[in-house]
């Protein structure tokens, strides 16, 4: 367990010398270092690693990815964090229900109100939009249009649990 946590810091502490590179404009940044560098998502940054999927952020491609604050994860309760957590394809299946593919700006997300959206895990969730709240699934939408160079990053409020 030590182990591991010191090599999340370890990742974590190079993450974040990349991404915070100031001759970089913020769409030059791949997703994976638009999470780095975020106090709000260090948890989905130690369990992207842990998945193998750290790679994935941060090649060329076009993907948009809900990214949970650290404050979601903290709702899961401590019994399914640690299945999560003990079983890497579950956490793989996870991770992946919060991104899909193409880059999906806000303006783009509000339009599919009602409308069903797969992700890359293939699990379908509902987007909703009342007034100025944009839901996706059970999570509510926090903050828009974080673009990097290979997608864009949404940031929600709940882990996204993907179909059986």
Not at 29 to 41: L, N, R, Y
């Amino acid at each position: 367990m030590m182990s591991k946590l010191i090599a999340s810091f370890a990742f974590l502490a190079a993450s974040l010398a990349l991404a915070a590179s100031p001759a970089r404009a913020a769409d030059e940044k791949t997703i994976a270092e638009i999470v780095a560098g975020s106090k709000d998502h260090t948890i989905l940054l130690a369990l992207v690693k842990e998945a193998g999927l750290a790679e994935t952020l941060s090649s060329k491609g076009e993907w948009t990815v809900f990214a949970p604050t650290d404050a979601a994860f903290k709702k899961i309760d401590a019994e399914t964090l640690k299945k999560v957590q003990g079983d890497k394809e579950l956490l793989k299946k996870i991770l992946l229900a919060h991104a899909v593919k193409g880059t999906v700006l806000s303006g783009d997300v509000v339009k599919l109100d009602g409308k069903e959206v797969e992700t890359l895990q293939g699990t379908k969730f509902k987007v909703k939009v009342k007034g100025k709240t944009v839901m996706f699934g059970d999570a509510k939408v926090t903050a828009v249009d974080l673009k990097a160079s290979n997608g864009v990053v949404h940031v929600i409020d709940t882990v996204l649990m993907p179909a059986k």
